[in-house]
């Protein structure tokens, strides 16, 4: 009688075996895979936020208090006058930023353009008193109100206070068209800010 061979079954604990291997293998084929994706890994991570800080903008002011005295008669002999010889105007920076100052003169009437033309100014910031210069500095405008030559008068820091001198003189050269004339002048002040390093 012919007899056949057959394998005999494996044994339930080394099935569970087999099992416990293949578990194995899949998950460390899941781990490595987790650790090879790129962007899957997370990094600690701390953040603060600091507290608010309040910005604002500075002001430019300019306050000028007239000067008073009369006003001398000029004769053409190109010497420089004090005007508002009594008390001179004085100048303030009323705002919070350092200002570059410059003047300009213009001629409210000039019904005599003759005499316009031959007055010579000069402007110029002090600490004391105003007195005539007896040449022209850095820091002093000249001109006149028909050609005027801007100059700086220097700077001035916020809440101080300075001297504004002004000083007029008819040429030597005025034509008669100019004796017994006269004019309205304004002086205007500009304060450009300073730009502050930081």
Known sequence: MAMTMRPAAAAPEARRGGIRLW?????????????????????LQAQQTSGGVSLATGSAGLAITPGSGADPALAPDGVPHLLNPLSPATITNTGDVPLELRVSLTASNTAAGSFGAATNFVVWLTTGACVVPSSIAPGMWVGTALAPVTTSLGTLAPSAQRTLCLAAGLSASAPSTAQMAGATFTVTVTGDQIEVAP
């Not at 578990?23 to 990094?43: D, H």
């Open 23 to 43: 578990a194995t293998l899949l998950a460390g084929l899941v781990a490595a895979g987790v650790i090879a994706a790129p962007g899957s890994m997370a990094y």
